[in-house]
């Protein structure tokens, strides 16, 4: 599969010897025409690359804030075809690199293969299926290669060794290692165990790695800096442009709190 936005992004990084930013958003909160601004708003502010959330009605692996986002997007009323549409209006603006988080309920109902196509002829990179079981992901491994989009693919602090390693034979992209037990939402400071999972996922791939789940301030955002290739932050973002104005000017200053939290990251 040829190198996608993402792999390049990595490979820049790594050259430069920084770590990377991802922040998380979900497409169509407050509406998709806002979602567009606020994806380049963070592309200013020096984020590395976006996960896009898929509106959904069940994101059984989100917070309460990032469901609520999903909500929202919904009442707005955020379609696939609207997702993709949106995606399409960045891409023709940007070469941020762009994931979707997203389940699978939306994309099998679709047909997951028209969905890939669909995502992939808008712009997307890759994906971060949050429902998939690893030994179920063959068929649908094969529809992302097929569209040369990233399979993106979790690890947890409860994973065995042995599936790690089966885990991170099959993923390209990065790998999203998830701080701690539990769903998404801003924590007090980076788990206990995030160290020593990270630990060993290094111990078994050379893809970068990402952490997230948790990460809500600059500090521990440089705390999480100094265990990963790149950090990810997502409820803490949502909340922020969700309870700024939604207007240039609180738009501008979400974006600088968002800038804090790269400078942080890129600071190690």
Known sequence: MKKTRVDRKFDELRSKGEKGFIA??????????????????????????????????????????????????????????????????????????????????????????ASMQAAAQAGIDGFLLLDLPFEEAGPYRKALSNNSLNAIQLVTPTTPDERVEKIVKRANGFIYCVSREGVTG??????????????RVKDRTNYPLA????????????????????????SALVNRFHNNPHNAQGRAEAASFVGEMVKATKQI
């Open 24 to 113: 998380y958003l979900t497409a169509g909160d407050p509406c998709l025409e806002d979602t567009v601004d606020i994806v380049l708003r963070l592309e200013d502010a020096g984020v590395d690359l976006v996960e896009l959330g898929m509106p959904f009605s069940d994101p059984l692996a989100d917070g309460r804030v990032n469901q609520e986002s999903a909500a929202r997007a919904l009442e707005a009323g955020a379609t696939f075809d609207g997702v993709m549409e949106c995606v399409a209006k960045i891409r023709a603006r940007s070469e941020l690199p762009m994931i979707f988080y997203a389940y699978m309920n939306p994309l099998i109902s679709r047909g997951f293969e």
């Open 186 to 199: 801003v924590q007090d400071r980076i788990a206990e165990g995030a160290a020593a999972l990270m630990q």
């Open 211 to 234: 952490l997230g789940f948790g990460i809500g301030t600059p500090q521990q955002a440089a705390d999480a800096a100094k265990l990963a290739d790149a950090v990810v932050v997502g």
